[in-house]
C-alpha cells in the first residue's frame, strides 16, 4: 500500500512539475520553460512518460532559445511587420506593437501595418484604438474588410456595432 502511495506522490510531483514547464512554453517562455523541462528529466526520470515529453520539448525550447539569440535585427518595413507576427505569436504584445510602430514610420500609407497594429490593439483590449487602425487599413486596401470578418485576433471586437459596420461588405 505504502509504494502505490509513493508512486502515486512521485506521479503528482512529475505532473506538476510538466505543467509549470507546459505553462511557461505556451507563454513563450522559453528559458524557462527549458529549466523546469530539466527538473522533470532529472528529478522525475522514473515517471518516463514526462521525461520523454520533456526531452523533446527542451530540445525544442532550446532551439527556440538559439533562434532568438541568432536573428538579425529587423531593418526593413518587412522585417519591421514578419517581426511583429513572430512577437505576436509568442504573446509579446507589447515588443509586437514597438516594431510595428516602427514600420509605420517607415511607410504610413502601406495597408499591412496599420492591419496588425488593429489585432495587436485588440488583444491588448484597446479598441478604439484598434478600430482606428483597422479604418485606416481598410481606407487604403479594402481586401482588409474582408479579412478582418474572420481573423481570430478580432474575436474581442466581432458583437461590437462599430466593428461590424466597419467591415460590412455592403
Not at 29 to 47: G, P, Y
Not at 147 to 170: C, I
Amino acid at each position: 500500500m505504502k509504494d502505490e502511495r509513493t508512486k502515486k506522490d512521485e506521479y503528482q510531483k512529475a505532473l506538476s512539475a510538466y505543467t509549470e514547464a507546459m505553462k511557461e512554453f505556451h507563454k513563450g517562455r522559453f528559458e524557462k520553460a527549458a529549466d523546469h523541462l530539466r527538473t522533470v528529466i532529472e528529478k522525475h526520470s522514473s515517471e518516463r512518460e514526462f521525461a520523454d515529453r520533456a526531452k523533446m520539448y527542451l530540445s525544442v525550447c532550446e532551439a527556440r532559445v538559439s533562434e532568438t539569440r541568432e536573428a538579425p535585427a529587423p531593418k526593413t518595413y518587412e522585417d519591421f511587420c514578419h517581426f511583429s507576427v513572430y512577437q505576436m505569436n509568442l504573446g509579446h504584445y507589447d515588443e509586437a506593437q514597438k516594431w510595428l510602430e516602427k514600420a509605420l514610420k517607415l511607410k504610413p500609407e502601406e495597408a499591412v501595418a496599420h492591419y496588425l497594429m488593429a489585432a495587436v490593439l485588440a488583444r491588448t483590449e484597446k479598441p478604439e484604438e484598434a478600430f482606428e487602425a483597422l479604418k485606416k487599413a481598410i481606407q487604403i486596401d479594402k481586401f482588409y474588410k474582408l479579412l478582418s470578418q474572420n481573423e481570430a485576433d478580432f474575436e474581442p471586437l466581432w458583437e461590437d456595432k462599430k466593428f461590424r459596420l466597419l467591415t460590412r461588405l455592403t
